[in-house]
């Protein structure tokens, strides 16, 4: 009997509590967790946030304090943000101490500024206390200025240090590249160092100008080149020789828009420089490349204003050359493209080959880029260019491709285009992309891709993704498995929110997801690279300042399995009775039944089950981005007991028997008398 009330107490128990069996799904360390500053504003105003690391070992309570130190002036605005991670532990601003309470762990403290009118920097002192013992965790003071004056863009310096290992006769060569056209100016310093000039040179020279008996020691060399100004453009040369024939100096200078395009190194042999003008998207009018070793211009050619090529044939003793090139692009399109191939006459490879995009600012033309493929085998290839139209549509979004010197095939707008026969080896994709402007800092940027994937089907041997405009960030992020992944994007609002935030997750010209003014979203991307592109336009720091920023946190974690909760309203029944069964989930899409029950059924809820006659397990599995979680709960049926509680043994039978037995007998007795 005792057994039977323990048995129906735990019952009861059951029923008025149930059993829940239930699963959290464990969130993954974050693939990418990136926290940037955008400073927003003209180059020349710009002024970039004071970052800096430490470690705070002890969990507590700290005391934070932000000082202008007013020098030379106080700022118009001054804040300061501690973070850890993507969170934002504490904030300060003017004066006065924060107090926060922080775990052990690597913070960053960061501190932005705006100057006032006239003002070109600020100090300011950062100093972070452990309340409970006074112990300084952090001390530093520091100052936040613009960016230091340029050279005008026709000017260029040469200043650099020298020795003459033994008194004796040193030769001076300067020389005017003449590229585009000779410089109006080219002057030459050479001073012993801490002491006075030992050469001053006003113009370039015809021939090596010797300074006799050089004392030994140490010599500093100062080279000035000025460009015409309406041209912006020019090269000089600088060499200094011991009588025995060793280079203290040689070296070449661009100015302005000159590009030095890399070093051919050449055998002794009668070789070739051509000049390529693509075309593409229209012709330079004004295009020359020059050859120079030691200072000295060996081969120059130049083209007239339309496609085509040019060459120039030169001897070359052994060594390496300087490679510069000169391009201005018509004012529309904005940008143009050329290529550079230097050769031993009769050879079948290059010695030096480049493909150059130029122009292509941002201030109303239309920038150029260029990317060198390697293309691991010869055949068919299908070549995709894709506008994400991110944040808007690009105005114009063009295409060619180009291989050994020839434009294989061309796109004026998105598409794919198929290369047939193309070689193995270097391929150069030239793209020229103007984005649409809607007077916003946002609105002048664009985002396109571009995928190279062979004709007959496969892995892309080639993809990237390219952002348009000042205000893309992008952040590359491998993706180690297909599957469901999730990205955070959050406004930080320090020093002051964003105007606009936005993102998008691209896999070369595919995207795969994205978001306008931040958030969350998720995505499903296969295993590789991704890139993570983020669009953001800071807001002023103060009214009238010119300065502005915004700091913002981007996330991406693999979408964990979703949860599930099984419960039921008794773990042990009689045959015959039934149990409820009660359940929920999180993060699921789907849910499904087996076992003791089956089907589908809906992402939470209670039903009876059937009639028990055994013991039956009741399982649930539910389906969601993250993957599948399956949870299951046990319900044992007892077995009926065979005495107790009005069953009749075999012992009672008897006695029941012998007393019927013994009534009969009395009963025939009596009759008898």
Known sequence: ???RVRQFAALA??????????????????LLEDVHTIVGGDAATRVQPFEQAFTIDQAGSYDLALTDLGLPAPFAALKLAVT?????????GGAGTVHFDATAGSYVVRVAGALAGGQASGAFGVQIVRAADSVKVLDVASALALPPGALPANQQVLNTTF???????????????????????????IAATGGAPVLTLNAATASPVVIPGLAAGNYTLLVTGLADAGIGAGAFGARVRTAGGTDLVSQTVSIGRIVPLGTATLPACSCTLTLTDFGFPAALPQLAVALVQSGQPIARVATAGSPGAASASFTATAGDYDVLGYAVPASSPGTGTYGVDVRPQGAAAASFASVQTAGGDTGGTTPGYSFDVDVPSAGDYTLRLADFQFPLAFTTLSLAAVQSGSVIGSLNAAGTLTLSGLAAGKLTLLVAAQPASSGTVTGDAGLFGIELTPAAGGAAVYSITQGVGSAFRAAHVTLPAAGSYDVSVLDLGFPVSF??????????ATRLGQIFGGGAFSFNGAAGDVTVNVIAQPARLATGAAQSAGTYAVTLAATPPPTVT???????????????????????????????????????GSETSA???ATTTFSLACTGAGGTTTQSVTVTVAAKSSGGGGALDGMALALLGGIAGLAARARRRGSVR
């Open 1 to 3: 009997m005792m057994r």
């Open 13 to 30: 128990a059951a029923a008025i509590f149930g059993l829940a069996v239930g699963a959290t799904a464990v969130q993954s360390a974050p």
């Open 163 to 189: 020795t003459v290992p033994s008194t004796g006769d040193v030769s001076v060569s300067l020389t005017d590249i003449a590229l585009p056209q000779p410089l109006t100016a080219l002057t030459l310093l």
């Open 566 to 604: 099984l419960g039921a309203s008794a773990t042990q029944v009689d045959s015959g009775a039934t149990v409820t069964l009660t359940w929920s989930s999180g993060g699921a899409t789907g849910c499904s039944a087996s076992g003791g029950w089956s089907g589908a059924r809906g992402l939470s």
């Open 84 to 92: 850890r991670g993507a969170t934002v532990v504490a904030v300060a």
């Open 611 to 613: 009639a028990l006659g």
């Open 499 to 508: 105007t606009d935030l936005n993102a998008v997750v691209t896999q070369g």
